[in-house]
């Protein structure tokens, strides 16, 4: 028995939680690919046309796996937080790829997470898994319990300041754990805002934490904040958003915003994103109050990268030179001039 | 001999060098049509730069900017390649230093850039729409037969207002095209256009920014009478265009550069004026390494490979060292 994995959307965020899972339950998995041009086209190709980018791009990982599979895990993700939702798209995904994906038909195993917390460990979203798969109750429990262990210490390595791609190699072994990320004193800190499909699938983000890396820029991210810390930060709003994520990227914004070390905040999204629509403009507004500056870098299926090199090079300038002429600087490493690294 | 810092802007529409002596005043400055010929371009204008200084001048620095920096830059031996937004602030906190706001508007693209106390704080960059930047200007005084250097002054002639929708150019045109109909006269048109542009770009690229004067125009659109005169209506204050207000990235390049080489000491890397001369090949072809199909710009001088680029993974861009 095979059950396919497509490298998009949430894998970013729950991999290390269904790799665990199925491999305790003696499943082979298969993982689509890391995005290629060619899986971008058959995701447009496959996918409704009016969708956002990363919706097409999952839809191009399912399509590349689905004949070498008997399942496709793309499970129902409808809540992981009391009164809080996912984007619709997320809530209809397995049915529009049942649909539009060749083949996919009868082969989607979509359990439904409806959970109050990040944690998707609950055995009863699982039970169309029992039959299908044919696994007992015992099993599932136990396969639940070690998933979630494995992906809480996959989550503490985000909250030690790894990156996500970093910290998703170290959980498969790939990377040793350095004793701590890299985190340069002095240097520019950027607060990064977006999903973490859109950011960490390096075709899509045209792989804009490393062009910052390039730059000598500390990166921050959403994931490395402490849950807590992220809801307290919108505790202040007479309501929350209806999106988790969103959610959480806005907090995450007022909390960069907040933080001293954080120079500035670049939001990356996808051409009409409806929730990104809202918290970009928001924190644009904040931008002002908190006297930081905020970018919105927006993205499509083009592949130009000259757009984003020019406005993230510029964001870096603005702010290096800002940062010089407050006297913060040190002399070698802060200066503004000199050739970018981007040929 | 005195020093002299050039600077080469290498935009869709035009392509300017400058040169500048150590306190920024400008030596020479070109202004040229790109015609789709960046290369050809640069060659012309440096040769006609080098009218002007050459024997009287040592050059000490260059620098790029524009959509083509990275080309040109290998190919005439920069020493610093900066984006255009960076360029064209540095220019006008030195030629303006009152600034505050600076609209910029080129061939292609369009950008606006809030500046405090000689600093950039915020910038915004027109995003998926062209509306409003000079090809489309160039294409309605086209169609309408007017000499597009002529354009500002049939808009400062308009006897009486006609709204022109300017969100989308396509819109735009089918506007025009009926407000012709119901007989406007094309100095009308043309100053409805104008206003039209001017809400557009105030509307896209200042929402909800704080626009403080004084404000400055410049780009090769800056050249439009009509254009600046709607900004001054829109805004209802006066609008400054700099003197070398179509060469301001060039400008703007070069000044980074003098600043590079008085910051670090390094000599220039300037291949000298026979660059022009040189042969220089650029290729292109489709890496079938993986199914990305990069398509990877190649470059040769004089038969040798001189830099590589466009690649995701960087195997083409690390394979050729250094220049």
């Known amino acids: 028995m095979r059950v396919g994995i497509p490298r998009g959307l949430l894998y970013q965020y729950y991999y290390p939680f269904w790799k665990t899972f199925f491999e305790e339950l003696k499943v082979e998995i298969i993982v689509s690919s890391p995005t290629t041009k060619e899986i971008v086209n058959k995701g447009i190709e496959f996918s409704v046309p009016e969708i956002c980018v990363p919706m ?7 399509e590349q796996i689905i004949d070498k599979v008997d399942y496709v ?3 129902r993700m409808v809540s992981i937080s009391d009164k809080e939702y996912f984007c619709p798209k997320f809530m209809g995904l397995p049915d529009m790829i049942k649909y539009t994906v060749p083949g996919a038909l009868n082969k989607i195993l979509s359990p439904k997470i409806k959970s109050d917390s990040d944690s998707i460990a609950n055995p009863k979203f699982y ?11 015992w099993d599932l429990h136990r396969a639940l319990k070690k998933a979630d262990k494995a992906w809480n210490n996959f989550r503490a390595l985000s909250k030690k300041g790894y990156i996500l791609t970093d910290a998703l190699d170290i959980f498969e072994g790939k990377k040793v754990p350095s004793k701590e990320p890299t985190f340069k004193d002095g240097e520019v800190t950027i607060g990064i805002l977006g999903y973490v499909y859109d950011i960490y699938d390096p075709f899509i983000s045209m792989d804009i934490t490393d062009k910052l890396k390039e730059l000598n820029v500390n990166v921050l991210t ?12 919108i505790k202040f709003m007479h309501k929350k958003l209806f999106w988790t994520f969103s959610n959480k990227l806005l907090g995450a914004g007022y909390h960069f915003y907040q933080n001293p070390k954080v120079d500035g905040i670049i939001q990356v999204t996808a051409f009409n994103c409806g929730p990104d629509s809202m918290i970009g403009k928001m924190l644009e507004l904040e931008s002002n109050h908190f006297e930081k500056p905020f970018m919105t870098v927006r993205i499509d299926e083009h592949t130009g990268e000259s757009h984003l090199q020019t406005r993230v090079e510029a964001f870096i300038d603005m702010i290096r030179r800002k940062k010089m002429a407050g006297g913060v600087s040190r002399e070698s490493n802060l200066s503004p001039y000199g050739l970018n690294t981007s040929i | 001999m005195d020093k002299v810092y050039l600077g080469i802007d290498v935009g869709s529409v035009s392509t ?3 040169a500048i002596d150590e306190n920024n005043r400008v030596l020479s400055k070109q202004y040229i049509r790109t015609n789709g010929q960046p290369l050809e371009s640069v060659k012309t204008g440096i040769k006609k730069l080098k009218n002007d200084i050459d024997g009287k001048y040592k050059v000490a620095g260059v620098g790029t900017t524009g959509s083509g920096r990275q080309l040109v830059g290998i190919m005439i031996g920069a020493d610093v390649i900066k984006n255009e937004i960076t360029a064209h602030a540095t220019a006008t906190i030195n030629y303006v230093p009152s600034a505050n706001t600076i609209f910029e508007i080129g061939g292609q693209d369009s950008k606006i850039i809030f500046l405090d106390k000689g600093l950039i704080t915020d910038f915004a960059m027109n995003t998926v ?4 930047t000079g090809s489309f200007l160039d294409h309605q005084a086209e169609r309408l037969g007017i000499p597009i250097q002529q354009f500002g002054d ?5 006897q009486r207002k006609v709204r022109i929708a300017g969100r989308c150019t396509v819109f735009a045109e089918s506007d025009m095209i009926s407000k012709q109909q119901f007989g406007f006269s094309k100095e009308e048109i043309i100053n409805g256009l104008c206003e039209a542009l001017v809400r557009n770009y105030i509307n896209n690229l200042g929402r909800g920014k704080k626009i403080r004067p004084p ?5 090769g659109v800056a050249a439009n009478a009509g254009i600046r005169a709607a900004f001054e209506k829109e805004l209802g204050e006066q609008v400054t265009v700099p003197e070398y207000f179509d060469v301001m990235g060039a400008l703007g390049s070069a000044i980074l550069s003098k600043e590079y080489v008085e910051h670090t000491g390094h000599t220039t890397k300037f291949r000298g004026f026979e660059a022009a001369d040189i042969e220089f090949t650029p290729s292109s072809f489709e890496c079938s390494g993986c199914s990305n199909l990069c398509e990877v710009i190649k470059v040769e001088i004089n038969g040798e490979t001189a830099a590589m680029w466009g690649d995701k993974c960087a195997k083409w861009t690390n394979s050729v060292k250094s220049i």
Do not use: W
């Open chain 2, 129 to 132: 729409c062209a509306a409003g």
């Open chain 2, 215 to 219: 404000y400055v125009f410049q780009g």
């Open chain 1, 73 to 75: 895990f793309i499970p």
């Open chain 1, 127 to 137: 039970g169309e898994l029992k039959s299908r798969l044919g696994i007992s109750t």
């Open chain 1, 222 to 233: 959403f994931e490395m904040l402490e849950d807590q810390a992220i809801k307290d930060s």
């Open chain 2, 154 to 158: 049939y808009a400062l002639r308009a």
């Open chain 1, 56 to 62: 097409k791009v999952y839809t191009g990982h399912v």
């Open chain 2, 16 to 18: 300017n060098v400058v």
